[in-house]
Every structure is written in structure tokens, then in C-alpha cells.
């Protein structure tokens, strides 16, 4: 075969494999895609595939995990209920981030007064947003409000070879002016590194870190290793009683079963 049809026939089946991965792959509403580049888009496609797909990202439904050894999390995905035990203290907020209500306990004690709920219901909104992104990151790459950009090809601090994307983010979250570098490793394409700046024009990052150790919980992926700060204690389950998103107990999730 002539080597100019064999180019032409590469290039038509990269790009049909793009489409595939971008059919499989819908942006959330407000996502920027006018201003995001189409390779970083590609590559986000194909983090979300590699990571499991969004299929089962989409089917899986309660994820647990532990925060730094400070804080324990338990998501609904689907009702927006979310549970936060303060490792520390005696502290829990039970609460629905889509509908920012929510219960309090703290001091040996449900709280009653409407300004201390509010103040802890956002506290531990806050918490979530936060924490689900140290875990959750590479599955939120065309999330609302994200823009993507392609920076090039480089190395992780661990010698992989990688392609860089940065993300910038319009009003969203608790500190739309922060910007993130993300390392995604050429062969099998998974974010293997990250790099935070407080703010989009800061030269200098607040941390670099690595996103390795990948496991397989239920039909995902996920990774819980960053350096020197881990989440440990990374659950996934089809199934957990109401009761944990409304009752104060702290429960015991070795007693059912995970997903697979």
C-alpha cells in the first residue's frame, strides 16, 4: 500500500476513534469547549475511557474514602447526599449538596440553632468540594465551567513520559481563580501528576504531586497516593443503608459489601 494512503487511512481511524471516545464521553452543561483545545479534549476522552468509561462512572453510585487521615467521606452520587465525620473531634455533618441542607452534630449534640447548621452545612460542603476533587479529579476534566488547554509533552517528576493539560475554571466551585497542571501519561493514557496554582496567572506552583498507585474499585479506577498527603480507606459500593445519611452513628463499612 502506498505510504500516502496508509497515512490518510491512520489519520481517518484516530479520528474516528476520538469521536467514539467523545460520544462516549458528553461534556456537562457549561463546560468550555469553545475555549478548550480539541487535543486536550481528546485526552480527556480518553483519561475518562481508561479510568473505567463513563458508563461506569455514571452506574457507580457510593464512594467512601478518608481524607488525609483527617476527615471520612461518604457520597451518594445519585441523591447528592453526602456524609462528613471529623476524624478529630465528634463532629458530622449530614447533608445534600444539591439542596445545601443538611443536619449537624457536634459538642455531644445534634445542633439546632439555623446559623450554626448553615455555618457547618457549608463547612462541610465545602469539604466535599474539596476532597472529592483530590480523588475524583481525572473523571471531572470536562466539568462545568472547566477549560481546557494543551501545554505540550514533558516529564513527571518520576521520569514518565506525559502530555500536560491545564485547567482553568469560570465561577465554579469555592475558588474558581485556582489553575491546575495535569500530567497524563502517554502509554495508556491516566493522570499521573498535578500541579496546583492558587491563582490562573501564578508562575509558581503550590505543589506538585503524583497521582500513581491506581487500583480498581468496583468498575473505576482510582488512585489514593499523593506524595507525602494519601487517601486511604477507598471504598466503592452498589449498595449502603439510608441510615448512614441520617443517622449521627458513625457506621461500620467493613460490614458490607463492596462493588465489583
Known amino acids: 500500500m502506498p505510504m ?9 481511524a484516530l479520528l474516528v476513534c476520538s469521536a467514539c471516545f467523545a460520544q462516549k464521553n458528553p461534556a456537562a452543561p457549561g463546560f468550555d469547549a469553545a475555549g478548550s483545545d480539541a487535543k486536550a479534549i481528546e485526552i480527556a ?40 465525620d471529623n476524624v478529630n473531634n465528634d463532629q458530622t455533618v449530614l447533608l445534600n449538596i444539591n439542596t445545601d441542607k443538611g443536619r449537624v452534630y457536634k459538642y455531644g449534640q445534634e445542633q439546632t440553632a439555623p446559623d450554626s447548621i448553615a455555618k457547618f452545612v457549608k463547612s462541610g460542603k465545602g469539604a466535599w ?36 493539560l491545564q485547567l482553568t475554571f469560570k465561577g465554579v466551585g469555592n475558588t474558581p481563580d485556582n489553575k491546575y497542571k495535569v500530567w497524563v501519561k502517554k502509554t495508556n493514557p491516566m493522570v499521573w501528576q498535578w500541579a496546583y496554582y492558587p491563582k490562573f496567572d501564578a ?47 458513625r457506621p461500620d463499612l467493613s460490614q458490607y459489601p463492596e462493588a465489583k
Open 129 to 164: 468540594i474539596n476532597d472529592s476533587y483530590w480523588l475524583l479529579m481525572p473523571f471531572k476534566l470536562k466539568d462545568s465551567g472547566v477549560t481546557l488547554k494543551y501545554l505540550g509533552e514533558d516529564k513527571t517528576q518520576d521520569g514518565v513520559e506525559a502530555d500536560v
Open 203 to 249: 508562575e509558581k506552583p503550590g505543589f506538585i504531586r503524583p497521582w500513581t498507585e491506581y487500583k480498581q474499585h468496583g468498575k473505576i479506577m482510582l488512585s489514593g497516593e499523593r506524595g507525602d498527603r494519601d487517601l486511604t480507606d477507598i471504598m466503592v459500593f452498589d449498595k449502603l443503608p439510608e441510615s448512614i445519611f441520617t443517622d449521627f452513628k
Open 4 to 12: 500516502k494512503k496508509l497515512f490518510t487511512l491512520n489519520v481517518l
Open 45 to 84: 476522552d480518553q483519561v475518562m475511557e481508561n479510568m473505567g468509561g463513563r458508563k461506569n462512572w455514571d452506574k457507580t453510585r457510593y464512594i467512601a474514602w478518608n481524607f488525609f487521615g483527617n476527615r471520612k467521606l461518604i457520597w451518594d452520587k445519585w441523591t447528592g447526599n453526602v456524609r462528613v
